[in-house]
């Protein structure tokens, strides 16, 4: 049996931060385009319905389940007992689908989700920043872990407090074990840094896994022109796994020897008017999953 799971956004299809991006892409087309791709799980969108009773069963209709949910935190400004009342409802979902993780992100002081901009002008936290934020982020993440069996899983996130390598890095010295990571390897390349540096130095404390590729050609146009996040989005900045930059051999080959289990989650948006959703969700699952039997996960 293996030890991975195959996922997708609905991202693909339509965009959470755009909504313009198909909008007019119905939630029937993308679950069954998901499942036609090959996919078994797939996480939360805009267009979901958030009650489980509802949503479970319109997942199992299409072979699919949830793999996790996106989660956008306020730990910035709220406090952790604050940001635990907060996400009561989200928590409810994940239990009742099954979801062992929570994708985590931190949305307040952030620029990622203003298309007007620029990364150049993303929040760099002080030390005494961050100290306070990590203390709070782990009260969070063990009250998750704790009381619901339920992974923190922080996704960094280009445009965020938390964008480098180096970010990451003091993100996770500052914080307890209970505080996992969602790696995302088009995030962390966009950040200028590199997703195997991250499996070798994190992966006993990775939660859940995100699969993007890169254009280092459009992201280095991207910063050279000092464009917002979004812009780089439309400009086709993200692909899917194989079909970019990001060295994939090498990825799976550091997920494997660090006996990575769990989710392997395609999250790659992109304009669907120019990058047709089922055939990039095809390729994107024959890619991840050649390279996980390549490598035997």
Not at 198 to 216: A, P, T, Y
Request: glycine residues 10%; negative net charge; charged residues 25%.
């Amino acid at each position: 049996m293996s030890n991975v799971q195959y996922g997708i956004s609905p991202l693909t299809w339509t965009n959470d931060d755009m909504p313009e991006l198909g909008g007019e892409i119905p939630l029937e087309t993308c679950l069954s385009e998901m499942a036609e791709a090959g996919f078994t799980g797939t996480e939360l969108g805009t267009k979901y319905p958030r009650e489980p009773e509802v949503l479970i069963p319109l997942l199992k209709e299409h072979g699919l389940v949830l793999a996790s949910g996106w989660y956008s935190g306020n730990l910035m400004t709220l406090s952790a007992e604050e940001e635990i009342a907060a996400m009561q409802e989200h928590i409810k979902l994940l239990k009742a689908a099954g979801c062992n993780a929570m994708v985590f992100g931190e949305v307040s002081n952030t620029v990622h989700g203003d298309i007007n901009t620029p990364l150049s002008q993303r929040v760099i936290l002080s030390m005494d920043e961050w100290k306070v934020y990590c203390e709070k982020l782990t009260t969070v993440a063990e009250y998750l872990l704790n009381e619901h069996g339920i992974k923190l899983s922080f996704h960094h996130h280009v445009g965020t407090i938390c964008e480098t390598e180096d970010d990451i890095n003091l993100m996770m010295e500052l914080t307890g074990d209970a505080v996992h990571l969602t790696l995302d390897t088009g995030h962390i390349t966009y950040g200028g840094g590199n997703p195997v540096t991250m499996i070798k130095r994190w992966g006993h404390r990775i939660g859940h896994m995100h699969f993007k590729d890169l254009r280092l050609d459009v992201m280095k146009a991207a910063r050279d022109a000092d464009k917002s996040f979004l812009n780089a989005v439309l400009d086709g900045v993200f692909t899917v796994p194989g079909t970019g930059d990001v060295d994939y051999d090498d990825v799976f080959a550091a997920l494997k020897e660090r006996d990575y289990k769990g989710w392997l989650l395609v999250e790659a948006e992109q304009d669907p008017a120019k990058a047709h959703p089922l055939t990039y969700a095809k390729t994107a699952y024959e890619n991840i999953t050649g390279y996980a039997t390549k490598y035997g996960l």
